[in-house]
Structure formats: C-alpha cells, structure tokens
C-alpha cells in the first residue's frame, strides 16, 4: 500500500534497476556475475539490507512458473532469488539478513485469521482434487496414466509453513548460513562484506529489526554519514536510504 501510494504521487522516484547477466558458454558453461566489478548502475553502495518476507514469499509462489514442491527445491529458489538482489546492489560493507520473528500480538491475531483461511483453501483445492481423480480413474477403466498420477498427487509447498515457531523457519535459517558460507568461500565480492542474519528468534517483523538496526548505527559515534543503504523488501522492491 505505501509503495503504490509513493510511486502514483511521485512517480520519478523509480528507476530501472540495469543488472549482469551470467554468460553462457557454448558448451553449457555458465560464468557467474563478477560482483568485483563497479554496479552497472553507476552507483556504488554500503550496506544491503534483506527482509527475507520480500523474497521467501514469492518464491513460494512464484507468477511465473509452478510452486516449489518440496523445501530442498524452497531453498534452492531463496538462494537464487538472494544472490540476484545481492548481485544488483553489491554491497561493500555489509549484508543484513532479516527473517521474521514473532510478531506484536495485533498482528498475530490478523496473520493467525490469514493462515486459517489459507489451510481452508488448501484443504479445499485437495478435496476437487481427489475428486477429479476418481472421475479420471472411471472413465480410464480404472487405471490412471503414471504421468497424471504423479502430477495429480504432488502437493506443493505449503505457504503456511512461513511462520515463526515452524521447522521450516529453523531450517531457513540454518540453509542460509550455510549459503553465506558458501559464497564467502566462492564468491571473491563476498571478501570484504560482514553479513548479519537475524532470524525466527529474534523478536520482530523483519522491517522492524532492520530499521531498529539502522537506527541503532545512525546514533553510533562511529557511523560514517555519507553511508548509502539499500533495504530490500519494505512494500517496494529496492529503497536507497542516504
């Protein structure tokens, strides 16, 4: 909602974001984006900052292409998603990782309602399903094609899951820690970055901890004043502070 009001009353603040494509090789080799290199933006930045909401939630159901159907192939899309925005903004100094905690009691109660109704929808759509199969199955003399049974029986990645307290948040966290590892080892834009990842115990939207961060830095009698941040993920895609 505040993004759509912000860019219908002022409508300049957006910018296309230009962004490195990975090269292909003939032989089927890709090339990663070297993050070493300046922002194709002409811009240069400090610090990133992540709230995984943005980014878990359309990869759970994606516009363009089926939903994940387990959590291994969950993460796989949360790590791709992560390394682009990373790869658009190339932070210097510092990454924050910001997943979300538990909630302030009214806006519990209003994502418990969300979520009740979801399940609904999901028990429902199981249902049409089920039947659909029995109806397939009678006009097949009894048999069904494997091909249809495996697409009919899959279930996809349950959304519900994306909330505090879940195995799936716990292993959110950890599949990201191991991730930041990953690209520390690999990735040579990585070297000099410090990464921050707050997760499903720490109290608080995602929004909320990056913004008390922020803030928390801004009163510090070390912070630099000409640092540039990026928060991705607040109703917008990229927000540039300062």
């Known amino acids: 909602a505040a993004f759509r009001w912000l860019s219908q009353k002022y409508p300049k603040i957006i910018s296309p974001v230009l962004e ?12 990663p984006v070297d993050t070493t290199r300046p922002n194709p933006n002409g811009e240069e930045f400090d610090n990133l900052y992540l709230d995984m909401n943005g980014i878990v939630h359309p990869c759970s159901h994606p516009e363009d292409r089926p939903a994940p159907k387990d959590e291994e192939e969950m993460m796989l899309a949360i790590f791709k998603y992560t390394d682009r925005v990373v790869n658009m903004v190339r932070p210097k100094k510092l990454l924050m990782i ?56 899959k279930k996809a990645f349950d959304s519900n899951s994306i909330t505090p307290g879940t195995p799936f948040m716990d292993i959110l966290a950890g599949s990201l820690r191991y991730w930041c590892a990953y ?42 004043p000409n640092t540039r941040h990026v928060i991705y993920g607040l109703d917008a895609d990229l927000i540039m502070l300062g």
Do not use: C, Y
């Open 98 to 153: 910001a997943i979300d905690g538990v909630a302030p009691r009214a806006k519990m109660n209003q994502q418990r309602s969300r979520r009740f109704r979801s399940a609904q929808e999901a028990k429902e759509k199981e249902t049409d399903k089920e039947e659909l199969l029995k109806m397939l199955k009678q006009q097949n003399g009894g048999v069904l094609p494997a091909d249809t049974l495996e697409s009919m029986t």
């Open 183 to 224: 690209k520390f080892n690999t990735d040579p834009g990585w070297a000099k970055m410090k990464v921050i990842i707050s997760d499903a115990t720490v109290p608080g939207e995602g929004e909320h901890k990056i913004m008390d961060f922020v803030r928390s830095q801004r009163t510090s009698p070390d912070h630099d």
């Open 20 to 31: 490195d494509q990975p090269i292909v090789m003939d032989d089927g080799t890709v090339i």
